[in-house]
T-cell receptor
Framework: KNEVEQSPQNLTAQEGEFITINCSYSVGISALHWLQQHPGGGIVSLFM???GKKKHGRLIATINIQEKHSSLHITASHPRDSAVYIC????????FGTGTRLQVFP | DAGITQSPRYKITETGRQVTLMCHQTWSHSYMFWYRQDLGHGLRLIYY???????DKGEVPDGYVVSRSKTENFPLTLESATRSQTSVYFC???????????FGEGSRLTVL
């Protein structure tokens, strides 16, 4: 079993929909990261969180340490949100999930 | 411009050749990392460096060599490229080991 599991692996949505991507992990962590990788390949850090919730624009990340689970929400999705979203957990190292591919259609 | 840059962005080489991928950052971050990204795998750490002249192996170091003589540069060398090293390579930097990562644009390497 992978230490970091993301679901779903693939997700399609219509513009305007509310989107949730999930990340579950099986190890103790110091922080959890959400990254975005656009079709062009570049990777950017969206959030780093160790408790509670963070919000940036239409993106919201939550984490439940007891449940070992995090969610990334996108409100009012837009085609430019189409990307691969990667969860990574920090222990004594960073462990990456394999990503969730999101496609948002107009 | 400030940031982290990789070169070359694309490289095709032959089995057995030496290849060096360059990485340069302007933030003076202590930590620098090399990852490879392959289908079906998450990003996998090849090598990292905590400071100039301090490097350590990651998850998949075999076949790779790194150096860090200056804080801002962290080149990755494939001494004798193999087909299994065909991949997309990402350099990243961070203030601390599990801190927020800042990625380069990636280098796509094909070994024929």
């Amino acid at each position: 079993k992978n230490e970091v599991e993301q679901s779903p692996q693939n997700l399609t949505a219509q513009e305007g929909e509310f989107i949730t991507i999930n990340c579950s992990y099986s190890v103790g962590i110091s922080a959890l990261h959400w990254l975005q990788q656009h079709p062009g390949g570049g990777i950017v850090s969206l959030f780093m969180l160790s408790s509670g919730k963070k919000k940036h624009g239409r993106l919201i990340a939550t984490i439940n340490i007891q449940e070992k689970h995090s969610s990334l929400h996108i409100t009012a999705s837009h085609p430019r949100d189409s990307a691969v979203y990667i969860c990574a957990v920090g222990t004594d190292k960073l462990i990456f999930g394999t990503g969730t591919r999101l496609q948002v259609f107009p | 411009d400030a940031g982290i840059t990789q070169s070359p962005r694309y490289k095709i080489t032959e089995t057995g050749r030496q290849v060096t991928l360059m990485c340069h950052q302007t933030w003076s971050h202590s930590y620098m990392f090399w990852y490879r990204q392959d289908l079906g795998h998450g990003l996998r750490l090849i090598y990292y460096s905590a400071a100039a002249d301090i490097t350590d192996k990651g998850e998949v170091p075999d076949g790779y060599v790194v150096s860090r003589s200056k804080t801002e540069n962290f080149p990755l060398t494939l001494e004798s490229a193999t087909r299994s090293q065909t991949s997309v390579y990402f350099c990243a930097s961070s203030v601390f080991y599990t801190g927020e990562l800042f990625f380069g644009e990636g280098s796509r390497l094909t070994v024929l």
